[in-house]
């Protein structure tokens, strides 16, 4: 117990103030930068900050949600879920810091938040604290096509890092629906999307 207790504290320090890691290759490795005039580029910002915003979410999600988890296998499957979203911070981080942003100052909000309702999820058991994880990903990933459409067309390079996260989150909710995941009611699915849009509309300036 003493060790997982010090493991979930090192998560937290290292998501919020420790800069991420990615094993993989930036997805915009490569990429020229593109000309934004500075609307342009804050409004990129402002997207770039907030896709960084649900990833710090995902790391608490998925800390509160493997917490609780009963499987074995299942909690294995949300630790390997959480690595790709390290690489997900990393590769956000690294965007905003080009394109002369800073993170949301409200991340440690939205951690702790997070990691209430994803511990919350994983209390009701296994095939809900799926199930809500399989949601999650798909409001995210629709959420990340949004996105898509909204960047700057020049802005390539946030565009590569979108694009590669779209994917991935795609992964996860399969994953989820694999291990069993129910299905949420639909009251809970349109809590979930009104929880995202306050999340969104401050993290975009703030």
Known sequence: MPDRMIENVDI????????????????????????MDEDERQ???????????????????????????????????LQ?????????LAWT?????????RVSLL???????????????????????????????????KHLEEHLEALPAQDAKSRAVVTQMREDEMKHAEMAHDFGAAPLPLPVK?????MSKVMTSISYKI
């Not at 981080?93 to 942003?101: A, D, N, S, T």
């Not at 991340?107 to 399989?134: C, M, Q, R």
């Open 93 to 101: 981080e690294k965007r905003i810091q080009e394109l002369g942003g």
């Open 80 to 88: 390997h879920a959480a690595q790709e979203e390290v690489e997900h």
């Open 43 to 77: 409004h990129a910002l402002g997207l770039m900050r907030v896709n960084h915003v649900g990833e710090v979410c995902a790391q608490a999600l998925y800390q509160g949600q493997s917490m609780t988890a009963r499987d074995q296998s299942n909690r294995e499957a």
């Open 107 to 141: 991340n440690p909000v939205w951690y702790a938040s997070s990691l209430a309702i994803g511990v919350a999820a994983g209390v009701l058991g296994d095939k809900w604290n799926l199930g809500f994880l399989e949601e999650t990903e798909k409001q995210v990933t």
């Open 190 to 194: 349109m809590a979930m999307e009104a």
């Open 12 to 35: 937290v320090l290292r998501t919020l103030l420790a800069p991420a890691q990615t094993t993989r290759p930036y997805p915009d490795q490569g990429i020229q930068e593109g000309e």
